[in-house]
């Protein structure tokens, strides 16, 4: 089974190599090997173009349709991801199982290298292969479908969490970072992402009283950082309203809101929970150059108020919502009125998932209105219809009131050059 150590991402390791010789309609059966990634990196090479690496989503035993122009074309695997790999020419007896896969798996293809199309046939194994199948409609529809530079190209989006601990920046905070965390084991992952950061800054991190002892881990990391034990009402919402309403940010010139952002412990959504919080900070903070740009756009133009990631704007991004106001319309624009913005001034336009960076006095209108922590509903609440679904629809109708204006960020493109959308 083909070539031995080959690089894949880097890391010369023997490989599985799956060979198609010839254009046409193949199928790739893969069994994954026990422990390794859902989501293992593959090197595709078609004829004589230089290799590109990829991802590809793997349950335990996964097949694939690939459709390929190519005289020849190899996917290379990790021996270490895979227990084998076989290919199989699509032929007239495959036909009739063909039709029922491709109607319910077409949404899930993506052209993963120039001429060579995969999709996914996941719907017919059940189990895990379904299971996996949902995530991926769900991570398509939020703009990370198997074709997509999003799903692609985002640095660490199903990478286990980094590991070490935060380098120690001296000196003047030049702004504050406001992070509640509900899931505590996410610290790991938040702690490293935050010590890649190479400026001083302020850090808050809201908690529930459940996860006090996470004060102690955060301190040893961060000295300085304040730890906040609120009462879990309203999400990432609430804790970040009473802050809002002490006037906590307000000796900041900037600061940046994030999460712990899930979808759910297990299951097709905390597949998206995860791509999304992985993709939010990436594209927030996820380079001290990107940091420094926005750190400085925001001090090259006095009345930008907020800017948030590109591909999570609601309307206009990629993201395709049916009801971008949910259960929310009328408490949204309820709000809004009290903010001053009648309802036919008020324009829908907010970040899903609520991480962005602002100025204080941007939201000084918000907190004009006197929400705190004991409005918003306890515990984890409804997935839609509650205050801080409809807290998270007016922050950038604050901003214009205040007289600043929204912006957004570009995805943040590294893990490597490839070919996609």
Do not use: C
């Not at 529809?141 to 530079?149: D, N, S």
Request: glycine share 12%; aromatic share 8%.
């Amino acid at each position: 089974m083909g070539d031995p150590d080959v690089a894949i991402d880097g890391e010369d390791r023997a490989v599985r190599t799956a060979l198609f010789d010839g254009p046409g309609l193949w199928f790739l059966s893969v069994v994954r090997a026990r422990s390794a990634s859902a989501f293992p990196a593959v090197r595709v090479s078609v004829d004589d173009d230089p290799p590109l690496i990829v991802t590809l989503p793997l349950p335990d035993r996964g097949r694939f349709l690939v459709r390929t122009r190519a005289e020849r074309l190899a996917l290379a695997f990790h021996a270490g991801d895979t227990a084998s790999v076989a290919v199989e020419h699509v032929g007239l007896r495959n036909l009739t199982g063909l039709l029922h896969w491709r109607r319910k798996d077409l949404r899930l293809r993506g052209e993963i290298a120039p001429g060579v199309t995969v999709m996914p046939l996941f719907w017919a194994d059940g189990g895990e292969s379904r299971e996996l199948a949902a995530g991926l409609r769900l991570l398509d529809r939020w703009g990370f479908g198997l074709g997509t530079r999003s799903f692609q190209e985002t640095a660490a989006l199903f990478d286990p969490a980094p590991e070490g601990r935060p380098a120690r920046v001296a000196g003047t905070p030049r702004f504050g970072i406001v992070l509640h965390l509900y899931y505590a084991d996410l610290w790991p992952e938040i702690r490293a992402r935050l010590g890649e950061i190479g400026v001083p800054f302020d850090l808050v991190v809201t908690t529930p009283p459940e996860n006090a002892a996470l004060g102690a881990r955060v301190a040893a990391d961060f000295p300085g950082a304040e730890i906040r034990i609120m009462e879990n009402r309203g999400r990432d919402i609430g804790p970040f309203i009473e802050l809002l309403g002490e006037g906590r940010f307000d000796s900041w010139p900037l600061f940046l809101k994030i999460h712990g952002k899930r979808s759910g412990e297990a299951g097709p959504r905390s597949i998206l929970g995860d791509a999304w919080r992985k993709a939010s900070f990436d594209d927030l903070f996820g380079t001290d150059a990107r940091v420094e740009a926005i750190v400085g756009r925001f001090a090259a133009a006095p009345r930008l108020g907020m800017i948030g990631p590109a591909r999570f704007r609601i309307p206009g991004g990629p993201v395709t919502m049916r009801r971008p106001f949910g259960l929310n319309e009328a408490a949204t624009l309820a709000l809004a009125h009290r903010m001053g913005v009648p309802p036919a001034a008020f324009r829908l336009d907010f970040f899903a998932g609520t991480m962005f960076w602002g100025r204080p006095e941007a939201l000084a209108p918000l907190k004009e209105l006197g929400l705190r922590l004991a409005d918003f509903p306890a515990g984890a609440g409804p997935e839609d219809g509650a205050l801080q679904h409809a807290v998270e629809r007016i922050l950038a109708a604050s901003v214009a009131r205040a007289g600043m204006r929204v912006e957004d960020v570009p995805p943040r493109h590294v893990r490597r050059a490839w070919h996609g959308r």
